[in-house]
């Protein structure tokens, strides 16, 4: 904006300015110092330069502003020209400019980016869809994360599953609960637990050591697909307790699973030698709820041996011996997830080479720990798999249940054998089991130690 004479500078900055020169009148001194002070650009609704407090400030309102006009109604008038402008040509830009300038008594450069700018979004009420929670994270968690704990950190199906059994475990062994809580804990679905025990989950590094047998594993047939039905048939493994040094003067586990029932045994090895392999094969055989039909192992040298070959032909009905595929760990599935679950995941990846643990491991093994993963922990079942042009296939799984309900419901199990077991469960209580569990553990890593 061009000043061109003295009369059109406001009063208040005449004053000012004649103030600023020390007195002397001059028309050339005062028009340089106020061009040099005045701003290039107006702001919206407001005017010219005055001096208040020291400081040159602008006033609020343009003198020829029209104040008739209530604050609404501005924003009104604005709102439409808004809407007009940036679809209209240079000329028709130019009467939108005119008439923002002539109502709102804007300065033109004020006027461009007052109908340039954005209306702001305007205010909605946020709406929470969905059904509405019923439980309260902080009243569900002290209850849930001891039987979690204790159940191994299952995943949210599987506690869904364990909770109808475990409720009153934690009852008798803990405290009472009141009756809207265990109601609430019954009725919240997988998903909801997954995601109020997701910030507990931790992962941890896996390792294996297998070595490819002798020459006999050519006599002995591959398996393919699982497709024999009922109990008895197993999928066997070794677990190394190396500690990461893998020279044959340590611990190994073995692990065994059946395949329908989910039922598992495990057994420390003091070696992986043919004679120590078949006597504790031979243990874990008998603890067997259902006779032994099949076994499936890896290419090992432990396993593909005269010694257990011989053992499983020479029976009266002999036990059908097949291997998985050479570097195929997804052959044995079964066991390779056991193998994480429940021997690593207790064991650890800490090195076990004093022969005095051996015993105390057995112990646990065939006692709580067996107990424990066997009559209390629900597994799920792979049941068919979809296939799905140019996906991967699609899995569905079953209901998680106990290895225990499903050998109940299997006819290789003898009555008395179900009876046994029931009686057992009967006296069984997994809190009890996991601080049983606990203690052993402590003595196993105590007398670890001491090598």
Known sequence: ???????QIPLPVQEH????????????????????????????????????????????????????????TKQEVLAKLRRAYPKAGLPYKAQLLDQAVALLGYHRKAAIRALRAR?????????????????????????????????????????????????????????????DLRACLLAASARTFDRLLAPLRVSLRRRGGTRPGSLLRQSIPIRGEWDEEGAGWLEIDTVALCGGALDDRHAWMLDGVDIRTDWTEQRALENRGQHC????????????????RGVDSDNGGEFIN????????????????T?????????????????????????GYE?????????????????????????FLPTHKLEKKKRRPGQSP???????????????????????????LQALHARLNPFQLGREIERQKKEIEARRLLA
């Open 1 to 7: 904006m061009r000043v061109g004479s003295l009369a």
């Open 17 to 72: 300015l004649t103030c600023s020169v020390n007195g002397r009148d001059s028309r050339k001194i005062i028009l340089r110092k106020y061009l040099r002070s005045a701003p290039k650009v107006l702001l919206p609704g407001v005017g010219w330069p005055v001096r208040v407090n020291r400081s040159l400030r602008q006033k609020s309102v343009l003198p020829d502003m029209d104040n008739a006009l209530s604050h609404k």
């Open 119 to 179: 209306p702001k979004p305007p205010q909605t009420v946020t709406v929470i869809l969905g059904r509405p929670r019923e439980y309260d994270p902080q009243k569900l968690l002290p209850v849930l994360k001891p039987i979690w704990f204790a159940a191994l950190q299952p995943c949210g199906s599987r506690l869904v599953a364990l909770l109808p059994e475990w409720l009153p475990a934690y009852e008798a062994d803990q405290r009472r609960l009141d009756p």
């Open 277 to 292: 392999t078949l006597a504790q094969f031979k243990d874990l055989e008998a603890s067997l709820p259902f006779p032994l």
């Open 306 to 321: 005269h010694h257990l070959v011989a053992e499983l032909r020479a029976r009266a009905r002999p036990v059908l011996f």
């Open 323 to 347: 291997r998985a595929r050479p570097y195929r760990k997804n052959d044995n599935a079964h066991v390779e997830q056991r193998n994480w679950t429940h021997v690593r995941q207790h064991f």
């Open 351 to 375: 090195r076990y080479d004093d022969p005095a643990v051996v015993p105390l491991m057995n112990a646990l093994c065939k006692g709580a720990l067996g107990q424990l993963l066997n009559h």
């Open 394 to 420: 699609l899995r569905v799984y079953g209901e998680a249940t106990t290895p225990y309900a499903r050998v109940l419901q299997a006819r290789e199990v003898s009555a008395e054998k179900k009876t046994q």
